[in-house]
C-alpha cells in the first residue's frame, strides 16, 4: 500500500505558492552584515555591484558613506549616483536619501548603506530601513550594510560587552526576512591593523576607538556573535528549504514560546533574550502582558507602552488579558495557545504587597505550569544599586487631593462622633469610624484608605478610647480592639478598593465589547458607502471623541482624493492627500504619532478588508492612544473596514450582474430583433423590386401594394415596442390622464387591429352605466391593442375574442379573454418578462409586447395578472385605481 504521509497538503501548497508569488514581486535584499566598523562591508558591496554592473545590471548609488576612506571613494567612481535631499535641522542643514528619485528612476538594484540610520526629521519615514523597505515594495533590489550591534535583540548584550548603549536599532525581522547576508569578516589582529594604519578613522579616533569600543576582548565578543547570527541563519534557511520540498529529516517538534512581561524596564532584556532563543531553536513566539487590578503610573504605562513596541519591532506577536491571577492567567493562556515553553523574569524587586502575597510567584508557576517548561531570566543587579531599589513600598497613584479629602472627611466625622460619645459609647463610635472607612473605599484609591484606617485608628485612640486624650491604653481588651480595628479597617478598605477597581476594568471592557456590538449591528443594518461613512463617523465620535476623514478608493483601484464623510473640521491640503494616497498603496499607517511622516496634524490608518484595501480614514489625535484604547481603535477599524470591502463587493457583483444582464438581453434582442426586421423588410425590398422591374396589372400591384403596407405596419410595431420598453427602462414614462370615454379605447383598437381580426369574432362588453375615467387614452390604448393583437397570435382561427370592461369599487377592469392554448403553470410568472417566449411559442414575435402592456399598467399604479381559463384560454385581468365622472360630463365638455 502507498505511503501518503509525504503528500503536500494543498492549503499549504497554495499558501507557499501565494508567498513565492508575492514575494517575486517585491525587491531582493541583499545584506552585507559585520562584527563591527571597519570591515570592508562598504567597500565588498560596491565591488559587488561592480561585478553586476559589468555583466549589465542597471544600478545606482542611493547613499554611500566612504568615511573619507581612499579605496571606497575610489570604488565608487564610474556608478551613477541619486542626489540627495537636504534637510534643516536645528542650526545646519543634513543631507538624506532621495527615496521618490529612486522610485522613479526605477533601477535594478540600489546601494543604500548603513540600513539602521535615523533620517532627520521631515523625512518621509524616521529610519532608513523603512525606506528600504518602500524600495522593495516596488520591485527595486537593494545592497545594504549593516552592523550586528544595530539589531534589535542584539543591542543589549553588545552594550553590556562594550559599555557603549547603541541609539539606531532596527528590527530582527528585517534581517531574518533578507533574500541574502553575505558575511564581511576580518580576524581581530586584522581589524586592529587597519586601525593603528588609519585605514578605518583618523589616527586620532584610531588611538580613541582601540582603547575604547575597539578592544580585542570587545572584538571578539562581536565577531563570535555575527558568526553565530549568520550559521543559525543558514541552518534556519537549510530547515526551511526542507520543509518547503517535503525533504524527510529530523524536523524539532512545534516549539511554542511565551514571554511574560510587565512594566518593569527588565522586561526589554526578556524580550531580546526570548527572541534569541526562538530564532536558535525554530520557534514560534508571543509575549504576554496580564493586566491586574494594579493602577499604572504615568511612568508605567510609558515603560509599559515601550516593552509592546519593542515586542513588536522584534517580531513577536503581543497579547494582553486582564486577570486578577497573573500565573493562573499565564498558565491558562499557556495551555490554549499550545505552549511549550514559558519565559518569565526573576523578581527582584521586594515590596509590602509581594510580600503579602501567598506564595512566591516563580514557585506557584512552576506548580501550576504542568508539562510546560518554564525558563526563568535573572536581571542583571549592579553593586551600585541602592537597596531602596529591591525594597520599596507599593505604588500609589492617587492624587494628593484625594489625601485631602479623606482626612477632611475623617476630620468632620471625628467631630459628629464626639458630641455623641457619651450617648454612644467608643465601641459604637469604633464601628461607624469601620463603616465610614468602607465606604470611603468606594470611591478612593489604596492610599487615601490607608491614611483613613491609620487616622481612624489613632483619633480612636485618642479621643475615645479611656483614658482620653493620651494614646496610652489601660485595659489588655481595648488594646486587642484598637489593633484589631485598624486591621478590619485596613483590610476592609483596601479589598473594598480591589473590587471597585475590577469593577471599573469591567465595566470598561463591557462597555467596550457593546460598543462592538452596536457597531458591528448597525454596520449589518447599513447599505450602501454614504451611510456606512455616516455610522463610522458617528461612532468614532462616540467613543473616541476623534474628528475623522474617509477616503475610499474609485473604480480604477486608486484612491479618490474626494473624501466620502468628513468632519467640517478635517481640511486635508494636497499634502495631507499624498500621505492617504502612500497608505493606500502600502497598506500602512503614517502621519502623526507614526515613524512615517509624522510631521503632519493627522494619523491615516488604512482601511484594510479580508483580501483587499478599501481607503483610508484619517483622524486628529490630540494624544497617543495606549494598548488598551489601540487594540479597542484597531478592532473598529477592522469591522469598519469589513463593511466597505462587503458594500464594494456587493456593488461589483451587481456590476457584472448586470453586465451579464445586459449581454444575455443584448443577444437576446439581437436574435429576436433581426428575425423580426428581416421578414418585413425582406417583404418591402421583393415587392418594391418586382413593381420597378416589370409592369403587371393593377390587381397585382394592389397586392404588392398590400404586402408592403402589412410589412410596414409589422415593422412600425416594432420600432414602437422598441421605442416604449425605452421609455420604460429610462423611467420617462408619465402618464397624462383626461377623461375618457371607454368606448372610444375599444373602438379605437378594434379599428386599427381590424386585418388582424379578420379571422376572428371580436365581442366588447361594456356596461351601459360605464362612467368616464380618468386615464392615460395613449397608453391604456396600447395596452388593450398589445393585448388583443396576442390573442389573435396564439388563437385557432374562427374563435372568439373578449375583450370586457368595467368600472368596480373605484378600479377600472380591463379583461381580455381567448381560446388559445393557454400557459403552462409554470410559465405564467414570467409570461410579462422582456423578450420572454414561451416554449411553444409560434415563430415571429420579439417578447415586448406583455412587457410593455406591465409597465404602463404600473405606470398608472395597476396590476396585470395572466391566468388560464377553465375551458381552455388565456385571461388577462387589468385593475387600475381610477378617477370616475358622469357620462354626460363629455357632452358637456364638448358643447
Known sequence: MENTDNRPDPDELLASLRQEEEKSKRGKLKIFFGMCAGVGKTYTMLKTARSEKIKGSDILIGVIETHKRPETEEMVEGFEIVPRITYEYKTGHVQEMDLDAIIARKPHTVLVDELAHTNAPGSRHTKRYQDVLEILENGINVYTTLNVQHLESRSETVAQITGIVVRETLPDEIFENADEVELVDLTTIELLQRLSEGKVYSPERSREAIENFFREGNITALREMALRIVADRVDKQLHDYMQQKRIRGPWKSGLHLLVAI???????????????????????????????????????????????????????????????????????????????????????????????????????????????????????????????????????????????????????????????????????????????????????????????????????????????????????????????????????????????????????????????????????????????????????????????????????????????????????????????????????????????????????????????????????????LTQGEEQFWEAFISQISGKFEREYLRNVSKKAYLLNESDKLYKTLFNSISHELRIPVSTIMGASDTLLSHQYPEETKLKLYGEINTASVRLNRLIENLLNMSRLESGRITPRPDWCDVQDLANKVSDNLKQELQLFRLSVIIPSTMPLVFIDFGLIEQVIHNLVLNATQHSPAGSRIRLKIFHDSDLLIIQVMDRGPGFPESELMSVFNKFYRGKDAIAGGTGLGLSIVKGFVEAHHGTVVAENRQNGGALFTIKIPVKTAPLDQLTKTED
Request: net charge positive; with cysteine.
Open 262 to 624: 510587565d512594566y518593569s524596564p527588565n522586561s526589554t532584556r526578556l524580550l531580546r533574550w526570548a527572541k534569541n532563543l526562538s530564532y536558535s531553536m525554530g520557534a514560534v513566539i508571543q509575549a504576554l502582558y496580564v493586566e491586574t487590578l494594579h493602577k499604572l503610573t504615568p511612568r508605567e504605562r510609558e515603560q509599559l507602552d515601550k516593552n509592546i513596541k519593542l515586542a513588536r519591532q522584534l517580531g513577536i506577536k503581543f497579547r494582553i488579558i486582564t486577570n486578577i491571577d497573573v500565573v493562573k492567567a499565564i498558565v491558562e493562556f499557556a495551555q490554549k495557545e499550545n505552549v511549550t515553553h514559558i519565559i518569565v523574569g526573576k523578581p527582584r524587586v521586594r515590596n509590602l504587597q509581594s510580600m503579602l502575597q501567598l506564595g512566591n510567584f516563580v514557585n506557584r508557576l512552576i506548580r501550576y505550569s504542568g508539562n510546560i517548561d518554564v525558563y526563568i531570566l535573572g536581571a542583571d543587579s549592579k553593586a551600585k544599586d541602592k537597596y531602596r531599589k529591591k525594597v520599596s513600598v507599593p505604588s500609589f497613584t492617587s492624587n494628593i487631593r484625594q489625601y485631602l479629602i479623606v482626612s477632611l472627611i475623617i476630620a468632620l466625622s471625628t467631630i459628629g462622633f464626639y458630641v455623641i460619645k457619651d450617648i454612644a459609647g467608643y465601641q459604637v463610635i469604633s464601628f461607624g469610624l469601620l463603616f465610614l472607612v468602607s465606604i470611603l473605599a468606594i470611591f478612593y484609591g489604596t492610599g487615601p484608605i490607608l491614611l483613613a484606617a491609620t487616622l481612624s485608628a489613632l483619633i480612636w485612640d485618642f479621643l475615645f478610647i479611656p483614658p482620653q486624650f493620651t494614646l496610652h491604653i489601660e485595659q489588655p481588651e481595648d488594646m486587642l480592639m484598637l489593633v484589631m480595628f485598624f486591621i478590619i479597617a485596613l483590610l476592609n478598605g483596601i479589598l473594598t478598593s480591589r473590587v471597585r477597581r475590577q469593577e471599573k476594568k469591567i465595566r470598561v471592557r463591557e462597555e467596550r465589547t457593546h460598543a462592538l456590538y452596536q457597531l458591528t449591528r448597525d454596520l449589518s443594518a447599513a447599505s450602501g458607502i454614504l451611510e456606512v461613512s455616516k455610522i463610522a463617523d458617528r461612532y468614532i465620535k462616540k467613543y473616541f471623541n476623534l474628528d475623522c476623514a474617509i477616503l475610499l478608493k474609485n473604480d480604477s483601484n486608486l484612491l479618490d482624493n474626494q473624501i466620502v464623510h468628513s468632519d467640517p473640521k478635517i481640511i486635508l491640503t494636497e499634502n495631507e492627500l499624498s500621505i492617504a494616497a502612500w497608505v493606500f498603496k502600502h497598506s500602512s499607517k503614517a502621519g502623526k504619532h507614526t515613524d512615517t511622516l509624522p510631521s503632519t496634524g493627522y494619523t491615516f490608518y488604512p482601511l484594510t478588508g479580508s483580501n483587499e484595501n478599501m481607503g483610508v480614514i484619517a483622524v486628529e489625535h490630540n494624544r497617543l
